[in-house]
């Protein structure tokens, strides 16, 4: 054998030996990748698997308190974590969900439940998921009433929005317009039945039959209808309740032997509270013969009866008018004024003339209103009013009462018929329409009606609900 020979068995040797390591290091390589990729697979499935474990939770959790509103502790009387076994189709143990559970705060109904699901193939997958449920209350829209509405053209609402009659809407609404009707006679304008929510903005809705347009530059969200109605005559017995509690662990007070109650918040947690001895007396021609309850409602002579702590529970039951104002900081309260058992003749308002205000707007303080007839804003009210609050008017209206203006040769309800601005940071539900001004210039000739969106996690405590029922508000993987 020559040395060409064996220089090139050398040679070939030598490819076969960096040829064959180069195989078998992406063998190799390719091994790992199959590998890496199986676990990788495997973990993908167990992730989702422990995502479906834990969105388990939650189902069941809202079906716990569909059978059990009240019981915010799994049903075993102590504190969480509650921990329960997973499985799937054949009834073999799959993994486990593990729920964390927050009861909702004072007169609220928001609960907050964390659940996290796992599987036994690994203790190192896990996945969480936060929800808020809450039964919805009156406090979920910007506007309600169980009367027909009109809204102007300039309105700008960001809340929703429902009457369960019809509703005029010439503005821009952010948020969804609902009515409890097909139809009707709107009674501002002659013509045939128009759509349950419909608009005057150019070019006008058609009438019924016909297609109900879109109109998105009226409706950003849309509006439906008919949708169901609102309760307002179920108040009542939330009133009642609301007694009750107030005698149990609130503020209760029967008739002042007055002329109602003077209620002063202040941002140290209590309340001055006085008596209502004398009311403004109207200007010489200052009267009114069309609107029932007219007068000034306006407070002239009161007489203190002490400075008191807002109640544990946040409810104060007044069976009298109430005038209110002043200012909170870090408070929930809900106000009634009303007299049980309920009947037309005794029904009670609410008046407001001066500023009613918050210290910090990020739902932190709440104030409910809830008249069983009225909440007024009266004749000497502030020039420029804030109320905020969430104003119900369970039979009667939220507004003011027409003050005629000068003329005729009399002084009439000069110079409070025409107030400036009046801006509202809550919410409003009202039997009868709402208004605080009138097409001949008086009462006020700015309204700011703004829309409280934190009223729809946490309203005023034990303010009246929409349903009895649990809904999602939200839905968060943490």
């Known amino acids: 054998m020559n040395r060409r020979t064996l220089s090139a068995r050398g040679q070939s040797l030598i490819l076969v030996m960096v040829f064959g390591s180069l195989a078998i290091y992406l063998f190799g390589a390719f091994v790992s990748w199959t590998i890496l990729n199986a676990k990788s697979s495997r973990l993908a499935i167990e992730r989702e698997r422990s995502l479906q ?22 049903g075993t009387g102590g504190p969480g974590p509650y921990v329960h076994s997973f499985k799937d189709k054949d009834g073999t143990v799959i993994g486990a969900f593990s729920l964390m559970i927050t009861p909702p705060s004072l007169g609220s109904t928001l609960v907050e439940v964390q659940s996290t699901g796992s599987v036994l193939a690994s203790s190192l997958v896990s996945r969480k998921v936060a929800v808020r449920f809450a039964k919805p209350s009156i406090a979920k829209y910007a506007v309600v009433a169980n009367d027909v509405m009109r809204f102007g053209a300039g309105t700008v609402v960001f809340g929703p929005l429902h009457s369960n009659q019809g509703i005029r809407f010439d503005g821009f609404a952010h948020n969804l317009v609902t009515s409890a009707v097909a139809s009707y006679d709107d009674p501002d304008h002659s013509g045939g039945n128009e759509f349950g929510v419909h608009t005057h903005v150019s070019p006008t809705d058609p009438l019924p039959p016909a297609a109900v347009p879109a109109r998105t530059d009226v409706f950003a969200i849309g509006r439906q209808f008919p949708v169901p109605a609102l309760d307002f005559t179920g108040i009542t017995a939330d009133l009642a309740q609301m007694k009750t509690d107030a005698q149990a662990s609130g503020f209760y007070r029967a008739a002042s032997g007055g002329l109602g109650f003077h209620v002063v918040l202040k941002t140290d947690d209590t309340f001055d509270l006085y008596r209502v001895t004398s009311l403004i007396a109207a200007p010489s021609g200052c009267t009114n013969t069309s609107q029932t309850d007219w007068g000034t409602w306006s407070v002239q002579n009161q007489a203190l009866l002490g400075n008191y702590a807002f109640p544990p529970n946040g409810i104060i039951f007044l069976e009298d008018h ?43 303080d709440v104030v409910g209103l809830i008249a069983q007839n009225n909440v007024n804003v009266g004749l000497v009210s502030e020039d420029d009013l804030r109320i905020d609050a969430a104003l119900i008017a369970q039979n009667g ?9 000068p003329g005729g040769g009399s002084q009439r309800c000069s110079p409070y018929h025409q107030r400036t601005v009046i801006t509202l940071w809550g919410m409003i539900a009202t039997n009868q329409r709402y208004g605080f001004a009138y097409t001949d210039g008086t009462g006020y000739t700015t309204r700011n009606l703004n829309y409280d969106g934190s009223l729809l996690y946490g309203p005023p405590p034990s303010f009246p609900l929409t349903s009895d029922q649990y809904v999602t508000l939200t839905w968060d993987e943490e």
Do not use: C, M
Request: proline share 4%; hydrophobic share 35%.
């Open 397 to 405: 209206r939220v507004g003011r009462h027409y003050y005629r203006a």
């Open 322 to 364: 109430v005038y209110i104002n002043g200012q909170i900081n870090g408070a929930r309260l809900t106000i009634i004024a009303a007299t049980l058992p309920d009947s037309p003749a005794t029904r009670k308002n609410i008046i407001i003339n001066n500023d009613l205000l918050y210290s910090t707007y990020d739902g932190t």
């Open 53 to 74: 474990i834990a969105e388990a939770g939650i189902d069941y959790y809202r079906w716990h308190l569909a059978h059990a509103p009240t019981d915010f502790q799994d």
